[in-house]
T-cell receptor, first 114, second 115 residues
Framework: DAGVTQSPTHLIKTRGQQVTLRCSPKSGHDTVSWYQQALGQGPQFIFQYYEEEERQRGNFPDRFSGHQFPNYSSELNVNALLLGDSALYLC?????????????FGSGTRLTVV | QKEVEQDPGPLSVPEGAIVSLNCTYSNSAFQYFMWYRQYSRKGPELLMYTYSSGNKEDGRFTAQVDKSSKYISLFIRDSQPSDSATYLCAMSAMVSNFGNEKLTFGTGTRLTIIP
């Protein structure tokens, strides 16, 4: 049973560029959440997608946007990259009916902005 | 002030020792409390899950929640070198009209078990 799959695993971008990260949720899960984990910090909630709509959003600027597809996979887009966007981006999937339980995280995408 | 405070460590203990990890929080709305383990270059892995106050035991791991003090703990008995990792506490509020509320994490405590 495949867990959460994220791609790419590593990425280097230049300031001002745009980036797209991808996530395939665990089989049977229908909800995808994205988190940003800066070095030495805990993950911070970016947003959550359910039924192809953004359902909750954390304290992140509009440069961060996302999408969920009918097969529940998801993309995270970041525009106008800043040096401070360098972090590990984690995707977590869950089943909507299992409230607050059973989040499965992927191994993340390490984004470096130079 | 952060909603969830966690001592970042690092914490080093000899193999076989009892490890105590703690978090404090300020948001009274938190009802669900979790501990995640994160190995280097990996995503967080759920270790323990507790709803509201009380204790929960799973093998060598015990999670405690004291909502009156806004304080949660994770104890690891008979610690092993394979327990070396970063331990993250995470919390979420009561479900409203959403199925899954967002998680608020602590900064993580880096733990090393010395053989």
């Amino acid at each position: 049973d495949a867990g959460v799959t994220q791609s790419p695993t590593h990425l280097i971008k230049t300031r001002g560029q745009q980036v797209t990260l991808r996530c395939s949720p665990k089989s049977g899960h229908d909800t995808v959440s994205w988190y940003q984990q800066a070095l030495g910090q805990g993950p911070q909630f970016i947003f959550q997608y359910y039924e192809e709509e953004e359902r909750q959003r954390g304290n992140f600027p509009d440069r961060f946007s996302g999408h969920q597809f009918p097969n529940y996979s998801s993309e995270l887009n970041v525009n106008a990259l800043l040096l401070g966007d360098s972090a590990l981006y984690l995707c977590a999937s869950s089943l909507d009916s299992l409230a607050n339980y059973g989040y499965t995280f992927g191994s993340g995408t390490r984004l470096t902005v130079v | 002030q952060k909603e969830v405070e966690q001592d970042p460590g690092p914490l080093s203990v000899p193999e076989g020792a009892i490890v105590s990890l703690n978090c404090t929080y300020s948001n009274s709305a938190f009802q669900y409390f979790m501990w995640y383990r994160q190995y280097s270059r990996k995503g967080p892995e759920l270790l323990m899950y507790t709803y509201s106050s009380g204790n929960k035991e799973d093998g060598r791991f015990t999670a405690q929640v004291d909502k009156s003090s806004k304080y949660i703990s994770l104890f690891i008995r008979d610690s092993q070198p394979s327990d070396s990792a970063t331990y993250l506490c995470a919390m979420s509020a009561m479900v409203s009209n959403f199925g899954n509320e967002k998680l608020t994490f602590g900064t993580g405590t880096r733990l090393t078990i010395i053989p």
